[in-house]
């Protein structure tokens, strides 16, 4: 199983609304993250999890949360957004340690905020 | 990480050689050059990666110069499923985990 999945595929949210996306894999990786990809743009570096310990913190908002309950699983916390803030949202994992690791990445969250 | 630079957009037609540049004239010893595609509304893919030596594997080759400040991906038999935005990303390896950091890619347009 090569599958990072995400879930749920797309969100309207109002920016009063609080609500969480979710990642998974199966793959035994120990490095996750989240990317944040506007239209048109590259996918931005937003969080790191290693050995399900934050590891790095790209500058993001406060009222993006991210959670790594446990090696499998993944969440984002979202609160107080932003029309701005609407995006498509990527989940990635890989091995987390040794040479040459490559990245996988799931099919993202579209995420609306009106 | 390095930087690198990508033509902003290409066309191929399709059952041709796609030829995909990427400059990288500051990479360092240690850097190695990856390359990911992503197809329209999909999460990005890993399709090769190389040190110094020129490799291949099911999906593309890679070519690196001798300097190691180029780098070419070439997709033998373009598809028009291929159509994609291609990053070129070099980044050291080893250790733990780091994320990766995109550049502007390239739009590859396959004709048919």
């Known amino acids: 199983d090569t599958e990072v999945t995400q879930t749920p595929k797309h969100l309207v949210m109002g920016m009063t609304n609080k609500k969480s996306l979710k990642c998974e894999q199966h793959?035994?990786?120990?490095?996750m993250y989240w990317y944040k990809q506007k239209a048109k743009k590259p996918p931005e570096l937003m969080f790191v999890?290693?050995?399900?310990?934050?590891?790095i913190n790209e500058s993001v908002p406060s009222r993006f949360s991210p959670e790594c309950p446990n090696s499998s699983l993944l969440n984002l916390h979202l609160h107080a957004l932003q029309p701005e803030d609407s995006a498509l949202y990527l989940c990635?994992?890989?091995?987390?340690?040794?040479?040459?690791?490559?990245?996988?990445f799931g099919q993202g969250t579209r995420l609306t905020v009106v | 990480d390095a930087k690198t630079t990508q033509p902003t957009s290409m066309d191929c037609a399709e059952g041709r050689a796609a030829n995909l540049p990427c400059n990288h004239s500051?990479?360092?010893?240690?850097?190695?050059v990856y390359w990911y595609r992503q197809i329209h509304s999909q999460g990005p893919q890993y399709i090769i990666h190389?040190?110094?030596n020129n490799e291949t594997n099911e999906m593309a080759s890679l070519i690196i110069t001798e300097d190691r400040k180029s780098s070419t991906l070439i997709l033998p038999h373009a598809t028009l499923r291929d159509t994609a935005v291609y990053y070129c990303?070099?980044?050291?390896?080893?250790?733990?985990?780091?994320?990766?950091?995109f550049g502007k890619g390239t739009h590859l347009i396959i004709q048919p």
């Open positions: 990303i070099v980044r050291v390896e080893g250790g733990g985990a780091d994320g990766l950091t």
């Open positions: 190389g040190l110094k």
């Open positions: 793959m035994g990786h120990r490095a």
């Open positions: 990635a994992s890989s091995q987390g340690f040794g040479w040459n690791t490559e990245a996988f």
């Open positions: 999890y290693s050995y399900e310990k934050l590891s």
């Open positions: 500051t990479i360092s010893g240690n850097e190695y």
